[in-house]
């Protein structure tokens, strides 16, 4: 043996075993990290916002009836948010009808509707003050929020306020 030859190597052989042992390697990669992301997307993720898109769909046209109806009472709904401290929240409402005389006689409900997950929607006991204002207060932490203000007699929702609200 040279010293020319020393300093020369024959290239590895790729052999099948190689080839296979890639091939398992590469796809056992693949699926571990496809069912990470599954793993992650179902345990953070409540999932759909409806539970029937059919019945959804369907309750569309009565939704855009309501709000053309609510669009011709040209009542003004004044909603005021405040954080007294922490995360409680106060809401005050008040509502006037289109003559600017007080709504007192209506029924109220609200809640902070998570824009992504409904499992942290937060209900609020709407409580009539008198003279059209409403108050409510709840515990509710900082983030994106959507303020849901409805306003009925018996069974038939009369309006509806949406905000998106950022709280701190």
């Known amino acids: 043996m040279t010293a020319a030859d020393k300093g020369t190597r024959r290239p590895r052989e790729i052999t099948g075993a190689m080839v296979l042992a890639g091939l398992l390697a590469f796809f056992a990669l693949v699926m571990t990290v496809n069912f990470t992301m599954a793993r992650f997307a179902v345990s953070t993720f409540a999932g759909l916002e409806t539970e029937s898109s059919y019945k959804a769909g369907l309750a569309f046209s009565k939704e855009s009836d309501a709000a053309e109806a609510q ?11 405040e954080s007294p401290g922490g995360t409680r929240r106060t809401v005050e409402v008040r509502a006037l009808d289109a003559a600017g005389k007080p709504l007192s006689n209506l029924d109220a409900d609200g809640r902070f509707a998570h824009p992504t997950d409904a499992r942290r929607d937060v209900v609020l006991e709407v409580r009539p003050l008198g003279d059209g204002r409403y108050s409510a207060s709840a515990e509710v932490g900082p983030g994106q929020w959507d303020l849901v203000i409805d306003f009925s007699q018996g069974a038939d929702r009369l309006f509806r306020s949406k905000n998106r609200v950022q709280l701190p």
């Open 71 to 81: 669009q011709a009472r040209h009542w003004a709904v004044e909603v005021d948010l």
